[in-house]
């Protein structure tokens, strides 16, 4: 007796997992641009290449993943709110380079800063946060997009088993299960049933 065929598992899109992976890299280039941060902080002693890697992973790398991820989004078919979600940390990183515009405003500068401009440029780290928090709520929602592409699994057939067609009854124990009936019950409850012959008269 063989099983009936088991349907292969349903996957998202290809578009929807390169929108998935595209966001989880968005993600992982934000966190270590925190990391590029503090490697520049406390380097000494202090040189005009410390935070190279921060300008190039802030101004670079970051906004062609948000752009990437956006266009995949369109093309998987996210809705419109998800789309304009994913394009999100692109303003915010615009913000970033508006902070030291306004810090300019007030009179500071790399070679010196007053409490105004100081005040200003601690934006920056608070809405680097900012860009991490939307970043991890838009890995969750792209993985949600993803998943609401799958298929339900087909719902089994009542009174049969899903895995060879066996018909099921109530387990003898009463405990509301259900057990998968013998092929003796089966033929002995075949032969015990009653025939009908037609009438031959």
């Known amino acids: 007796m063989t099983g009936t065929p088991t349907a292969r598992p349903a996957r998202p899109s290809f578009a929807r997992q390169a929108y998935v992976v595209l966001c989880v890299l968005l993600l992982g280039a934000v966190v270590i641009q925190f990391y590029f941060a503090a490697f520049g902080v406390f380097t000494t002693p202090e040189n005009d290449s410390q935070f190279i890697m921060h300008r190039i992973n802030g101004s670079g790398a970051i906004p062609i993943l948000v752009i990437l991820a956006t266009i995949t989004a369109a093309i998987a078919k996210a809705p419109g709110r998800l789309i304009g979600f994913t394009l999100l940390p692109f303003g915010l990183i615009v913000l970033q380079i508006v902070w030291f515009l306004l810090a300019a405003v007030t009179g500071s500068s ?4 007053n409490v105004v401009g100081q005040a200003i440029l601690g934006l920056h780290a608070v809405n680097g946060l900012v860009i991490l928090w939307v970043c991890i709520l838009l890995v969750r929602r792209a993985r949600a997009h993803a998943e609401a592409g799958l298929a339900p699994a087909p719902a089994e ?8 067609g066996v018909p099921l009854e109530p387990s003898p124990d009463g405990s ?3 057990r998968a009936v013998p092929l003796p019950e089966r033929v002995q409850a075949a032969g015990d049933s009653p025939q009908t012959f037609p009438d031959q008269r």
């Open 157 to 164: 057939a009542p009174g049969v088993s899903g895995v060879s």
């Open 176 to 178: 509301g299960a259900s």
């Open 110 to 113: 790399e070679e010196q800063t």
